[in-house]
């Protein structure tokens, strides 16, 4: 194509997304971008695939961007198009994904003038965006999105809104894609400060009780690799946060399991009586911490992260290091293994001490023989799956389960909102991390309430033969709200029984998917490995129990060492029956 | 504590409301901020004043550093700096008060901008004190109106 030839703004829209390697838009037309979609349907390269809600297409975008680790993308029509992607903007925006999502706006000159569906989205997402645009001149448009792209995925990642008026998508430019971009206010710290990694390397080798916690930074690090290596050189016990889950091996025996406030017994005692936490790609969040003032109270704590505003935002820090976490952790590894410190030995009365906190109280939930315990089925999806799926989750009770009771070896096998806590992300985030890999189980974890808030994304999987596996963990109520009220509220259950809820098998049927159900203990492997074979979006529906909870738990307010457990009765009588 | 913090920006359209909706969002408080042009016209310079202890004041610095059309960053905490204000204060001024008001004005070395039969309309430059001593003093009068700018900063060489 020769340089002189001008391309209409749908076309260096599409050229550019080319450039950028993109493979796969979720996209949702509208008026003001009909132009977009013309050209969409003339060419060949980038598939496209209709969501049946924006949010959804946004989530998709999300589930694709998490399993990969490549930017996600999306585009919408202008008004409702573009405020309903705001709830997946913001998911995306607190779990730090890549995500470039295009909205169209009326034309320019209209701007401001309550057109027909004009909403000022980048006045709107610029709470919950790394950064957003308004293009006004088409002559700006490749290099707007070289820029998007290239903020969106450095750094510590975030989406980018590009709001595209109508005439600047059909009015016409050169088109020059640069190869590079610079922007003399945005560069992100790479390498970490080598004196404070030398610090951070002798904090370590004086240390006596050391823990290592994780987050989900290692795995928009790619840093799985690191950790694995950190930890095997001095013998540190790792957890990791809802985020991090996958930055290192949940079967490792270092591992502790997750932290926090549904973490495990031994991770939540080790954070507490450490000497040193090293904390890595995480960012000391409520959940995680409990009560501040009571948080690690003897212990040191360098922290390791991109982003300079995580640091001492919520707790002190005695050696932070800013800088990318693989950059970081490779050269205090390297410090590490110079050191040359008899490291199994300065261990072992730690490790011990941890094993002893692990038998005293592993994850635990009492089986049943007649009702399907919602822990027993996350348990045999971890071993008809072999471990070997990708699972993502809505937000709830269910989620929390899966955390505890799933185990990861490997990043990027595990989709969440962590941060906001989006009920209604997962079986379209699913979707978008199907698309990406075709040749994957993936599992998508929901319980009644999340599954409903995006079931319309069934329409989508079939129509464009993308087969999700929905485990849904039907107790018939908010289950997550409901344990607070039985716990803090005095079994006041207000607005968490969902009562009837929808036949999801009938449901699935309806929409030419499949629906399973299992209500006994017996049925579940079969309807997990009959679940598996099928080649179509299948709904599973457990019928759980319906007021099991989730435990250990750290009531809001509380330090984390200060769990409460389900089977506190049972101990006390024990202790009783011992006395007498 | 008070901070003085100037702020770089690229002069684009939304950066104001980029840093103002940081310091909303994040509960941070702003005083006075004022803005205008550098010698370059891709830049423009805010001066914010600020409250909030040490944690705070480093957050605040960190999340401007963060945002993506800030260019630099400086917290004048540690700085020799000059600060300077402006305020346009409109007082009552009938016959009788007229030669007092003017009196004032001339210790505090303000100027007279306008005048009618009833009213003075002073011009008073200094620091925060200074402009503060100034209008204690004509209140007795009746201020009518009183238009401040906000603090702007420079640091000593």
Not at chain 1, 209 to 215: A, D, L, T
Not at chain 1, 545 to 551: H, L, P, S, T
Request: glycine fraction near 8%.
């Amino acid at each position: 194509m020769s340089s002189k030839q001008l391309m209409s703004g749908a076309e260096i829209f599409i050229e550019s997304l080319k450039k950028e390697k993109v493979d796969t838009i979720f996209a949702y037309p509208g008026g003001v971008v009909l132009n977009i979609f013309d050209f969409l349907y003339k060419q060949k390269d980038i598939r496209y695939i209709l969501p049946r809600h924006e949010q959804g297409a946004i989530h998709a975008a999300d589930g694709y961007a998490r399993s990969t680790g490549r930017v996600g993308v999306a585009l919408v029509t202008s008004g409702p198009g573009a405020t309903n992607t705001v709830t997946g903007i913001a998911t995306a925006y607190m779990d730090s994904i890549p995500l470039v999502i295009f909205t169209g706006q009326v034309p320019t000159a209209l701007i401001g003038n309550d057109a027909f569906q004009e909403a000022d989205i980048v006045g709107i997402t610029r709470p919950c965006t790394k950064y957003n645009y308004l293009v006004k001149d088409v002559n700006d448009l490749a290099q707007t999105i070289k820029e998007a792209f290239y903020i969106a995925s450095t750094g510590r990642p975030g989406p980018v809104l590009i709001d595209l008026p109508r005439d600047v998508v059909t009015s016409r430019a050169e088109f020059h894609y640069p190869d590079k971009v610079k922007i003399r206010s945005y560069n992100p710290t790479v390498e970490g400060n080598k004196r404070q990694i030398k610090q951070a390397a002798d904090a370590i080798a004086a240390a006596k009780k050391p823990v290592c916690y994780i987050g989900g930074g290692v795995i928009l690090a790619n840093a799985a690799d690191q950790i694995r290596e950190f930890a095997e050189i001095t013998k540190i016990p790792v957890t990791h946060t809802l985020m991090g889950i996958g930055g290192f091996p949940g079967t490792h025996p270092l591992s502790l399991g997750m932290l926090g406030m549904h973490g495990t017994y031994y991770a939540n005692l080790s954070i507490h009586n450490s000497d040193l936490i090293i904390a890595i790609g995480a960012r000391f969040d409520d959940r995680v911490t409990g009560k501040v003032e009571g948080f690690a109270p003897g212990a040191k704590i360098i922290h390791i992260d991109v982003d300079p505003t995580s640091i001492r935002k919520n707790v002190r820090v005695d050696i932070p290091v800013v800088g990318d976490v693989k950059h970081v952790m490779t050269e205090l590894n390297k410090e590490l293994r110079a050191s040359k410190e008899p490291w199994d030995a300065i261990r072992k009365s730690w490790l011990r001490q941890i094993d002893a906190w692990r038998e005293e109280r592993p994850l635990s939930y009492e089986q049943d023989d007649e009702v399907i315990k919602p822990q027993f089925v996350i348990e045999k999806l971890y071993e008809v799956t072999g471990g070997d799926a990708i699972i993502v989750t809505d937000v709830g009770q269910h989620q929390m389960w899966a955390a505890q009771y799933y185990k990861f070896d490997n990043p990027r096998m595990w989709c969440t909102s962590g941060g906001l806590g989006t009920m209604g992300y997962g079986f379209p985030a699913a979707m978008g991390a199907k698309v990406a890999h075709p040749d994957k189980h993936v599992f998508s974890i929901s319980g009644d309430g999340s599954i409903q808030m995006n079931i319309q994304e069934l329409a989508t999987t079939i129509e464009n033969n993308i087969p999700v596996k929905v485990v849904i963990l039907n107790n018939r109520f908010l289950g997550m709200v409901r344990q607070w009220q039985e716990l803090f509220y005095q079994e006041r259950y207000s607005s968490v029984d969902l009562g009837s809820v929808p036949d999801f098998v009938k449901v699935a049927e309806a929409y030419s998917a499949v629906g399973l159900r299992a209500t006994k203990p017996e049925e579940v492997v079969p309807v997990l490995k009959e679940a598996m074979k099928i080649k179509r979006t299948v709904f599973m529906d457990f019928v759980v129990a319906r007021y099991e909870k989730v435990f250990p738990m750290v009531p809001a307010g509380a330090s984390i060492h200060e769990m409460i457990f389900g089977e506190e009765k049972k101990m006390e009588e024990k202790k009783l029956k011992a006395v007498k | 504590m008070k901070h003085i913090i100037s702020v770089l920006v690229e002069n684009k359209f939304g950066v104001l409301s980029r840093v103002s909706g940081l310091f909303s969002g994040r509960g941070f408080n702003i005083e006075t901020i004022s803005i205008g042009p550098t010698l370059d016209p891709s830049v423009s310079q805010m001066t914010i004043v600020t409250t909030g202890d040490e944690r705070i004041l480093e957050q605040i610095v960190k999340q401007l550093n963060k945002l993506i059309d800030v260019i630099k960053v400086t917290d004048f905490a540690d700085k020799e700096f000059v600060e300077r204000e402006m305020c346009l204060i409109k007082v009552n001024a009938p016959q009788e008060h007229r030669s007092e008001a003017l009196r004032t004005a001339d210790i505090f070395r303000a100027r007279v901008v306008d005048s009618t039969q009833k009213s003075y309309t002073f011009q008073v430059t200094g620091d925060e004190k200074k402009i503060d001593a100034f209008i204690e003093l004509l209140k007795p009068m009746g201020i009518k109106e009183i238009v401040r700018t906000g603090k702007v900063a420079i640091t000593r060489d």
